[in-house]
């Protein structure tokens, strides 16, 4: 194996590097206490070049955490490396004590097929989000599902020890904390849903609903976004599993499911507020958003961004926009709409159809209302990288964003983090996760294509002193409930309740 060549991550990110070895993965300080993470993806991505390897991050924000918290404690993250060929471990980093290990799950071509683009994409994606008409289910996914979920599981159980806790991410994983349960009955787990959670009826339809919500009832800890997610989880308990359940308040509740209580809560999840306010105020994206303003030659700047899915209401949103121009002619060769769409899932037909309804719908718009050098719609199909999306935040006077249904609403939480001349306003879909804590966006049902219509023209004419007692309340929101606030509160949450539990097979083991 080739030496793997450090890459440069973006600013603001962890300085993380690796090196392929057969070390263990132990706490370097041989304490107790590791925490072991286990999601789809892998926060680095391995590139094979003239016979030399290389890495990119692939973190976010969330990623960024999970690295710093894993440096803190010692421990491990297992995920796929997003291709076949991959070695089984890096120790993270190679220039010092070794404070934690990337081990990746090996994954054949059927197994991606299956698991990730079938039943991952094509099934529980829609059917999270409420989309049920693109829900497609099929026994052989189902069961590479199942087998990848093992293959995660049986990792994480051949890896922990006493002290260690597990963290699973996500709906790609939900069999896992079962899996894990059978093997290592006292190691504490804990599962956090980035995505919605649908209604009991909707989730009715899944052919596998009671193997998926046992595996889930695996864990110690449940967390979702909001406590409407909350709410449904715990009726598809009831009502579909027939367990009992106790609902102290709307945002927590417990499921008893034999001689064990989970735990489900609402941890809304943060941002990393301080590194958009510091790169935002670094005078190269500054530069860079004046720039972007005297390009689109307009007074006006409305943003959308999103990545190009059938959940973001972008469809929608042109329609919403289309209106306003009908009318409101007053504001022709004045606003922009700036659309933002990153490339997402290209291989699934879904996606590709979406892609040539908004390429049809941005050509007719534009056509239609375009005049004496002005453009109405700036499109830019096309990824960016962190200071760049921030340079965007700044030279937008309008946040239009409205997803159908969203876990959270990460954009809706960097716009206001980004703006901090308190010069903005933010327009968000009532059916984001974010617009519970959010709520003086203008929130908008991005299904009334009239209301969206309305709603920019109150942005663009609200007042200097109501745009800055709104973006302020948002911000100093968003400040106390960043990212290592949500992190802080969930493993809190978890070593609560995993300790009587686990205090108790400790007890039966003994005697």
């Known amino acids: 194996m080739h030496p793997i060549d450090q890459q440069s991550l973006p600013q603001g990110s962890p300085q993380v590097s690796a090196q392929v070895s057969s070390r263990n993965g132990e706490s370097p300080t041989g304490d107790d206490g590791r925490l072991i993470v286990l999601s789809n993806r892998a926060p680095i991505r391995i590139f094979r070049e003239g016979g030399k390897e290389r890495i990119e991050p692939t973190v976010g924000g969330v990623g960024s955490t999970f690295l710093r918290l894993l440096e803190r ?5 297992i995920a796929w490396s997003g291709g076949q060929k991959t070695p089984g471990r890096l120790q993270m980093p190679p220039d010092g004590p070794s404070r934690f290990a990337l081990v990746f799950a090996p994954l054949t071509e059927r197994d991606i097929s299956n698991y ?6 094509r099934g529980l994606w829609p059917l999270m989000h409420y989309m049920t008409p693109n829900c497609h289910f099929s026994t052989i996914n189902w069961q590479h599902y199942s087998s990848v979920n093992r293959v995660f599981a049986n990792l994480a159980a051949a890896e922990a020890k006493p002290g260690d806790r597990v963290w699973v991410q996500d709906f790609h994983l939900a069999m896992v904390p079962g899996m894990i349960r059978e093997r290592r009955p006292s190691v504490p787990i804990g599962i956090f849903w980035h995505v919605p959670f649908p209604p009991e009826q909707l989730f009715r339809i899944f052919p596998w609903r009671e193997e998926f919500l046992r595996g889930m009832l ?3 800890l449940i967390g979702f976004h909001t406590s409407v997610y909350v709410k449904h989880f715990l009726d598809c308990c009831e009502r579909i599993m027939k367990l009992p359940v106790d609902r102290p308040d709307r945002t927590t509740g417990e499921v008893t499911i034999g001689d064990r209580r989970v735990k489900v809560g609402a941890f809304p999840l943060g941002i990393p507020v301080d590194f958009f306010a510091r790169t935002a105020e670094s005078p ?10 005297r390009a689109l030659r307009s007074p006006i700047v409305v943003l959308g961004v999103d990545r190009l899915d059938y959940t973001k209401g972008i469809l929608e949103r042109l329609l919403g926009f289309e209106r306003f121009l009908e009318t409101n002619p007053a504001y022709h060769r004045r606003v922009a709409l700036v659309l933002i769409a990153v490339p997402s899932r290209t291989k699934v037909a879904d996606y590709a159809m979406l892609k040539r309804q908004l390429d049809e719908q941005v050509g007719r718009v534009v056509g239609r209302f375009s005049s004496e050098g002005w453009v109405p719609i700036r499109y830019l199909y096309t990824q960016f990288n962190a200071e760049e999306l921030i340079a965007y935040y700044q030279a937008a006077d309008i946040a239009l964003l409205t997803p159908l249904r969203d876990g959270m609403n990460l954009v809706a939480k960097e716009f ?3 703006h901090l001349g308190d010069d903005a306003v933010l327009i968000l879909s009532e059916f984001a ?9 203008l929130l908008v049902n991005p299904y009334d ?20 007692t709104r973006l302020r309340a948002m ?7 960043n990212l290592e606030h949500w992190s802080e509160l969930f493993l809190a949450a978890l070593d609560r309740q995993a300790a009587p539990a686990h205090a108790d097979v400790a007890g039966v083991v003994a005697r």
């Open 73 to 77: 404690h010692g421990g491990l993250w």
């Open 116 to 121: 990730y683009h079938g039943m991952c994409n």
């Open 218 to 220: 695996g864990a110690d």
């Open 284 to 293: 190269r994206v500054r530069e860079r958003a004046d720039r972007i303003r």
């Open 416 to 418: 206001v983090a980004s």
């Open 433 to 441: 996760g974010a617009a519970e804590e959010l709520s003086e966006a």
């Open 449 to 468: 294509t009239d209301a969206i219509a309305r709603r920019l023209r109150e942005a663009i004419e609200m007042s200097a002193e109501e745009k800055i």
């Open 475 to 481: 911000r100093e929101r968003i400040n106390f409930n």
